[in-house]
């Protein structure tokens, strides 16, 4: 892997949450600041800032993307207890000109007494539905019946989970075989409580969420949560952030067919990773859930893969190099780029391992130092 | 099997480290950096980083392999399944030698431009993929002879000389010169030739040596003689293997005599071609600078001393060449490694390692989908044999898809992907960014032919949403109506009317009137439509009809009721016309809906203080209406009775 670009965020403080819109054109940043700002891609690939504005009272700590078949619509949640919507006005032609978006806030959703930690949209096929997490332990399901008025946002479950949330993730499977399903993390850090992610589950006939499972196992605080992509299989595949990395299946048992609680979903753990040393704090998964990526104490991104015979390793490492880019904030502020410093390190530390190949027939003698740069490696191992 | 465990590949990040953490976020071709912390506040660096993988999928150089490889792709998976395995060989060693031909012409290319090219980084950034090209020919080549071709021997002998080509470059410059046999690379030419199996053309170079040392003319007579006289063997031929093994006996027997007798003994030079094609295993290490590589050293062995050597034999004589070669080095190198498996027969090591030593998926994935097709794996004791090769399809394909334009090509590599392509397919192409219509057109091409029905409908309702607020009506309408949205399409009309009320026109009228069908998507799309066709009507003076049509729209609650005095001011007109066109029954069936509306407007808004100024307008209109109406049912009744009598 290699850095193909570095962009100045120019925030004033410390930036807490990036987030790509859904076709990777587009991306908003977040801030202690307490403002957002939106990015978008030039056709040659470089980022430049269309929107810059305050968005909070308090630091802002995640911002997120509506599916763009609702327009183009942000939510964020902050340490001011609110969580906000925005929406992106097509404006005069002149702030086109000059390369700037317009967002307007609709709402602000202002149900939680405590900081709201998380943010996200429901999978497309519910609807623009928008969930939030709070300190207070509530998870919050609001939805907009209009599309086209997202100043309207109606409060539709209210779910005490009795632990401060730090988290959540929605099932993204539109199966027809699959009821709405979210799981909630909690960073309490009292280990009496144990079971820190719960699932819950949308009961049709109650029409409420139910608490499918807990996972009892995860007894410390959980940071983030992520479910994978589907991929059609029958099963769910849970990534959590807690005091290591740890991959969940949730197999659906066969139900009653009387019953009409929850499907019990049997937990299996696929791996578990101690490499970050301590705490890990984000989790998530690449569009095919090939890969997963997390963030740690240790510093470092790691990325992990299962080869094809379901083995998960650690295939890279991103790791700052102790070397920032820039002393203070308040530097220029048009982004510059820094182009792929990184490539050369690892070409550096990589020069014993030429392939030495002698037998060059169009008579360059080239020395082989291309080797081992990218994470194409270890899809073979241990069997 | 052996694990191979490798250390994780790092990528530095230009960020600080100490205390801090480093946030991320996934795109659907990358991954952004940056500084930040998560459990305390306080202060970072505000960058972000944009990190990359597949990195060779952005070299502009390596485009044509893509494409052309991909081409080649699509052919070998059109060969039929049933084809007797016998027809089909010759097929996949001909498809071989083209993604073979695609490298080399590729790597050609990269060699001009990295000649040619002035900046130095440049020039060796090419020369770097030009090697990494060389390599994967290398061991492809290899590859296909050992798994592919018949005549073991003679594919490798070939083998060596096409990676050792610059024996010929060498040759070339020792016979441009003024007296060839006096060059002083002349017996280094002469000794390759002999390495490489190259008798003839050995000979022919000995001739020139011959005439400038008559004295020795006997000497070169017999060396001549020896070299050819050595029998190859070739399973393919008529030659049976003990016949040819007593030939090549006598012959051995025959260069070892000449070596007892001292025949060669006053040339130094001879004498060493002499020991060669009797195989001295010393003499052939002494000239490790022209064998140059250990494989190569395993092919010359194998001619002199092992003529007859069997497939299953070759890992033994690979790895004491290796081991007898590299003495001065401990390590062997990923390369070597990866040859040896190959020697060994142990596919699934050289994909394995070559997984691990290159750093892209093209090589591994096109190679093992080639002898997957030639049922390899299978034979070779790989129960998992598909499952590899789509794993390795899956992983390229999703690296082309990152690409703005070769994503297309990866399309068919899910296709032919048959456990996940299509689920892969689903997740990659919904992230293709639709700048222009035209790419969301393509987009959607390729997923209506492969029935993608969920994937259409996003892309359709992603563009109409985009045109409806970018306030393009006519193309928001057509989007919503080719993802069938009923509720957009709903939307949309009503944005149509409003537009209507507003400004007394329609917009897009070519779409309108040309609805078809697709009008019974939603009421108020089936009611624009209508409503459009009763303007046609009435422009076209189609009086009655247009009456009719007009009626109908409030009787059959096509119309909303919102609409209803618009469509009873349309309806005025109709009514002031000198010739009756509203029946009796029909100005009845009028009166009523406006009864209907009115009662039902009065019933909402109870009479409050005075009336505003638009009310005072509806109220005129109202009145206006009953006076039309009234009139014109008396016109009716009167003409009717007429008629009638």
């Known amino acids: 892997m290699f850095v193909a670009r570095s962009i100045a965020a120019d925030h004033k403080d410390l930036i807490h949450d990036v987030s790509y819109d859904f076709h990777g054109r587009r991306m908003a940043t977040c801030s202690s600041d307490q403002s957002v700002k939106v990015w978008d891609k030039s056709e040659n690939g470089e980022w430049h800032c269309t929107a810059s504005w305050k968005t909070h009272s308090g630091s802002v700590w995640r911002v997120t993307w509506a599916h763009p078949e609702f327009g183009q619509v942000l939510a964020s949640c902050s340490f001011d207890r609110t969580a906000a919507v925005w929406e992106e006005i097509v404006g005069e032609s002149n702030d086109k000109q000059r390369g700037l978006s317009h967002w307007i806030k609709r709402t602000t959703l202002v149900d939680s007494r405590t900081s709201v930690t998380d943010v996200k949209f429901a999978p497309k096929h519910m609807g623009l539905m928008l969930t939030t997490c709070s300190a207070d332990g509530v998870v919050r399901i609001y939805e907009a019946p209009d599309v086209m008025n997202l100043s309207q946002w109606s409060l539709q479950h209210e779910i005490s989970c009795k632990l401060s949330c730090s988290c959540i993730s929605w099932n993204p499977s539109s199966s027809r075989a699959h009821q709405p399903m979210f799981a909630v993390g909690s960073d309490d850090s009292n280990v009496t409580y144990s079971g820190k992610v719960q699932i819950y589950e949308y009961n049709e006939n109650t029409r409420k969420y139910a608490k499918a499972e807990t996972l009892m196992t995860v007894t410390d605080a959980v940071h983030d949560i992520a479910f994978a992509p589907n991929l059609g299989r029958s099963f769910h595949v849970l990534a959590i952030a807690t005091k290591d990395v740890r991959i969940f299946k949730l197999v659906p048992m066969r139900k009653e067919s009387a019953s009409t609680g929850p499907t019990k979903l049997e937990v299996q753990i696929v791996a578990q990773f101690d490499n970050h040393n301590s705490q890990v704090w984000r989790v998530s998964w690449n569009i095919t859930s090939t890969l997963l990526a997390s963030s740690g104490d240790d510093g470092c991104v790691r990325l992990w893969k299962a080869n094809y015979m379901d083995n998960w390793k650690c295939t890279g490492i991103l790791k700052g190099d102790g070397s920032p880019l820039t002393g203070s904030s308040g530097q220029p502020t048009a982004m510059s780029t820094v182009v792929g410093s990184s490539v050369q390190t690892s070409q550096n530390a990589l020069n014993g391992m030429s392939l030495g190949f002698r037998a060059c027939g169009v008579g360059c003698a080239v020395v082989f130092v291309y080797f081992f740069k990218t994470f194409f490696l270890l899809i073979f191992f241990s069997f | ?645």
């Open chain 2, 1 to 645: 099997m052996e694990e191979v465990d490798v250390e994780p590949a790092v990528t530095n990040i230009p960020a600080a480290s100490d205390g801090k953490h480093l946030g991320f976020a996934w795109g659907p071709g990358d991954i952004l950096v940056y500084e930040t912390l998560y459990k305390a506040s306080g202060s970072g660096c505000s960058f972000i980083h944009e990190v990359r993988k597949d990195e060779d999928i952005y070299s502009p150089n390596l485009r044509k392999l893509f494409n052309e490889s991909h081409h080649i792709f699509v052919g070998l998976q059109t060969i039929r399944e049933d084809l007797p395995s016998k027809n089909k060989k010759p097929q996949f060693v001909s498809i071989s030698k083209n993604y073979r031909s695609v490298i080399r012409a590729c790597m050609e290319e990269l060699q001009q431009v990295a000649v040619s090219t002035k900046d130095a980084e440049v020039a060796t950034q090419y020369g770097n993929q030009v090697s990494i090209l060389l390599a994967i020919e290398l061991i492809w080549n290899l590859c296909e002879v050992l798994t592919l071709s018949g005549s073991l021997l003679l594919h490798l002998l070939d083998w060596v000389r096409l990676h050792k080509a610059d024996v010929d470059e060498k040759a070339a410059e020792v016979l441009q010169s003024e007296s060839p046999a006096e060059h002083h690379d002349y017996w280094d030419v002469v000794v390759s030739y002999v390495l490489q199996g190259r008798l003839e053309e050995a000979r022919q170079m000995l001739v020139k040596q011959a005439t400038l040392h008559p004295a020795a003319r006997k000497m070169y007579k017999l060396m001549d003689t020896l070299l050819s006289k050595m029998p190859f063997y070739n399973p393919g031929g008529t030659q049976t293997l003990t016949e040819f093994d007593v030939k090549w006996r006598h012959w051995h027997g025959e260069v070892n005599r000449c070596l007892q007798d001292n025949s060669f003994a006053s040339n130094q030079h001879l004498e060493i071609i002499c020991k060669i094609i009797v195989g001295d295993e010393d003499t052939l290490l002494e000239h490790k600078e022209l064998l140059s590589t250990w494989y190569h050293f395993l092919v010359t062995r194998l001619l002199f001393s092992h003529p007859t050597v069997k497939p299953t034999e070759l890992h033994y004589y690979a790895q004491s060449c290796m081991t007898m070669f590299l003495d001065a080095r401990s390590v062997p190198e990923p390369l070597d490694n990866i040859l040896l498996a190959a020697f060994e027969f142990d596919i699934h090591q050289v994909i394995k390692e070559c997984s691990i030593a290159l750093n892209n998926w093209w090589f591994v994935a096109h190679l093992t989908d080639l002898l997957d097709h030639c049922k390899l794996l299978q034979s070779h004791n790989l129960h998992f044999g598909s499952n590899l090769r789509e794993f390795l399809l899956l992983e390229y394909a999703s690296g082309l898809f990152t690409h703005h334009s070769l994503w297309q090509l990866a399309v068919d590599y899910f296709d032919n992907c048959p456990e996940f392509g299509r689920v892969y397919l689903g997740l990659q192409i919904e992230h293709i960014p639709l700048d222009t219509e035209r790419k969301a057109l393509k987009v959607l091409r390729i997923c209506e032919q492969r029935q993608m029905s969920e994937q259409v409908r996003s892309i359709c309702k992603i563009m109409a949403m985009r045109a409806l607020r970018n306030n393009r009506l006519g193309s928001a309408l057509s989007w919503s109506i080719r993802a069938k949205d009923a509720a957009f399409a709903t939307l949309i009309s009503e944005r149509f009317l409003q537009d209507y009320c507003t400004r007394g026109t329609f917009s897009d009228l070519d779409l309108i009137d040309n609805l078809g069908p697709a009008m019974l998507l939603s009421d108020r799309l089936t009611f624009l439509g209508k409503y459009r066709e009763f303007h046609k009507l009435y422009g076209e003076k189609r009086f009655s009809e247009a009456a009719k049509l007009l009626l109908s729209l409030m009787t059959a609650k096509i119309a909303p009721r919102s609409f209803w005095m618009t469509l009873l001011t349309d309806a005025l007109p109709l009514l002031e016309q000198k010739e009756v066109i509203f029946s009796a029954d029909q100005t009845h069936e009028l009166m009523f809906c406006l009864e209907e509306l009115t009662s039902s407007l009065n019933h909402s808004a109870p009479g409050t203080d005075k009336p505003t100024q638009d009310e005072d307008i509806e109220q005129t209109k109202v009145e206006l209406l009953r006076l039309a109406l009234a009139r014109n049912l008396a016109m009716a009744i009167i003409k009717e009775g007429t008629i009638e009598a």
